[in-house]
């Protein structure tokens, strides 16, 4: 991956930062067991008062080992968790068995979960009695597609806001806490390598059926590594621990490995929540004194809408951070404005494990920038037709990544992986550019761009022009059929409480200087709310099969959960 350095980008970089330090590959058990010895009686977890030490989560992570081990399966272990501690004693469990994990979303539709067991082959989940979960993973046992449920009782981490269910009394139903006491530590745990399988982490599936990135312990490892070299190397043990705001759901690459296990490398403190709420937020900043909060976009614009946010003592925050969806230009702005703290934002994706680029954490970046190419991987821009010829700096193209943290490949979907890969990088389905700085830029998704009477229109440009008008709160853009351009952009906006009608014309004239004419808008609807996914970014996939289906004569009312229809409008004029 040396070829052609120094790399653009390196120049670039924070001072003390290398992008050739080295990238340490090893296994998940392996960088539990380091932060344990160099932080061992430290709190790892905070989950409703109560402290979790490094020391504790290991023991309790060996002990579902042993649980896991005892079931005598080599098939993966579905983890069916929202943020509790269950979660990271299962996932550590699962690597210390030499089992596969593969992480189901709480939020996840019942046909969805269906295919992800029988996709990925899982015959046992793990879940907790909070929120329905038991009895929903209940009905897929029934139904033959696992042969057990483990089921841990959220009340042993203390009382909880929400009620908790009873444990299903059924034969195939395993209380987790009854498990781990009844199974002891073998006398060697299974042989576990860097190349070995980790996760199966299912994409979000934007279009067509979930596909799972095959993740090994070594790519995961890779990207902390990466992360690591970013912030100035490993924690040392005498070291001020951050407190982190770890409401980023687990069950997610971003919340998975970008917080939990960097920050367990580094020995800080994770306030682990199961849900967003802005108060319980500015609570852990104001009280707990956190240091650092992870969100993804949505979660910062209703922070910074917090009416009471300028009276709140917000001292102790050190590091504000965004990723999981682009970041719009206006928000990191305003985060600076009011809070006086830069919003560092990075990307990358789940084939990524996602660690790819990060803006500088000295607050050194360009407006709509995603930054710079992590320590130890490459990111070049191949072109739309050809995607071996890598492009020069400003021109526009696929965004393609190297690096050991890259997955191996999607799993039971070979034609799948071939197409994502050319000359060893992963196709990441971004389009965009790199600045002669080596700062990097998207414009927008490869299978979201527009073509509008020949031209090539990217929604995120437009989206994010739209987030200049004051009184917008949220805003998406889609392609809709057009009769004269073939393709036009329509709006979905989403007002701050309070700001008058918004109309279309009004919306045109505001972007006038801000985008070609091309680029306008065809039609805005206004929405109450905008759809969204089950990490809390905005979501498309919904609208657009909605304008499918108006386009085919059928319903016409807004999806389910995607807020009411309060105005329509469109251009006549070409």
Not at 207 to 223: D, E, F, R, S
Not at 420 to 438: H, N, Q, T
Not at 449 to 467: D, L
Not at 540 to 564: D, H, M
Request: glycine share 10%; proline share 7%.
């Amino acid at each position: 991956m040396g070829a052609g350095r120094p790399f653009v980008w390196e120049k670039s970089y924070p001072a003390g930062v290398r992008w050739d330090a080295p990238i340490a590959t090893s296994t998940i058990p392996e960088l539990l067991d380091r932060a344990v010895a160099q932080f061992g009686d430290r709190a790892a977890l905070e989950y409703r008062d109560r402290r979790i030490s490094y020391r504790e989560l290991a023991a309790s992570a060996d002990r579902a080992a042993a649980a896991f081990l005892r079931l005598g399966t080599n098939a993966p272990v579905a983890l069916y968790l929202p943020n509790t501690p269950y979660h990271p004693v299962s996932f550590f469990g699962a690597m210390r068995a030499g089992k596969c994990a593969v992480q189901l979303s709480p939020l996840d539709a019942k046909r969805e979960l269906a295919h992800k067991l029988s996709d990925s082959g899982a015959r046992t989940i793990v879940t907790t009695n909070l929120f329905g979960l038991a009895a929903k993973a209940l009905e897929h046992a029934a139904a033959g597609h696992v042969d057990r449920v483990i089921v841990g009782d959220d009340a042993a981490w203390g009382a909880a806001a929400s009620a908790t269910d009873p444990i299903p009394d059924h034969k195939c139903v395993l209380a987790f806490e009854r498990l781990m006491a009844d199974s002891p530590p073998p006398s060697a745990w299974p042989a576990v390598s860097p190349n070995d399988f980790a996760l199966l982490q299912f994409t979000g599936a934007t279009t067509g059926v979930p596909k799972a990135a095959m993740l090994t312990h070594g790519n995961l490892t890779a990207a902390v590594s990466s992360y690591l070299a970013w912030v100035g190397g490993q924690r040392q043990p005498d070291a001020a621990p951050e407190r982190v705001v770890m409401v980023l759901p687990l069950f997610h690459i971003y919340g998975l490995t970008s917080v939990l296990l960097r920050h367990l490398a580094s020995g800080n403190e994770l306030l682990l929540r199961s849900r967003f709420d802005v108060e319980a937020v500015l609570h852990d900043i104001e009280v707990k004194r956190a240091t650092a909060f992870f969100g993804v976009p949505t979660m910062w614009i209703a922070l910074l809408d917090h009416p009471d946010l300028g009276s709140r003592d917000l001292g102790s925050l050190r590091r504000c951070a965004c990723g999981g969806a682009p970041l719009p230009v206006a928000v990191a702005e305003r985060c600076q404005r009011v809070l006086g703290r830069p919003l560092t934002n990075g990307w990358g994706m789940t084939e990524t494990a996602p660690a790819a680029t990060s803006s500088p954490l000295d607050g050194r970046s360009k407006p709509g920038s995603i930054g710079l190419p992590l320590p130890g991987i490459v990111v070049e821009v191949v072109a739309l037709d050809d995607p071996q010829r890598v492009l020069a700096p400003g021109e526009v193209g696929e965004l393609r990544v190297k690096g050991a943290n890259v997955m191996r490949g999607y799993w039971n979907q070979p034609a799948e992986t071939a197409a994502a890969f050319a000359d060893g990088g992963y196709l990441s389905g971004d389009i965009g550019y790199m600045d002669e700085d080596g700062f990097f830029f998207i414009v927008d998704r490869k299978k979201d761009m527009i073509i509008s009477g020949g031209f090539n229109v990217y929604p995120q440009v437009i989206e994010n022009a739209i987030h200049e008008h004051p009184d917008v709160e949220e805003a998406l853009v889609i392609g809709v059929a057009d009769t004269y351009r073939g393709e036009a952009a329509k709006a979905f906006v989403k007002l701050r409480r309070g700001a008058p009608p918004l109309t279309l014309e009004a919306l045109r004239a505001f972007l006038a200087n801000k985008l070609g004419r091309h680029e306008m808008p065809a039609a805005l609807e206004m929405r109450d709310a905008l759809p969204r996914t089950s990490v809390g970014k905005l979501s498309k996939k919904e609208l657009i099969a909605e304008e499918r289906r108006k386009q085919a004569g059928g319903l016409t009312a807004a999806p389910e959960g995607a807020g009411r229809s309060t105005l329509v409008t469109t251009s006549g004029s070409h």
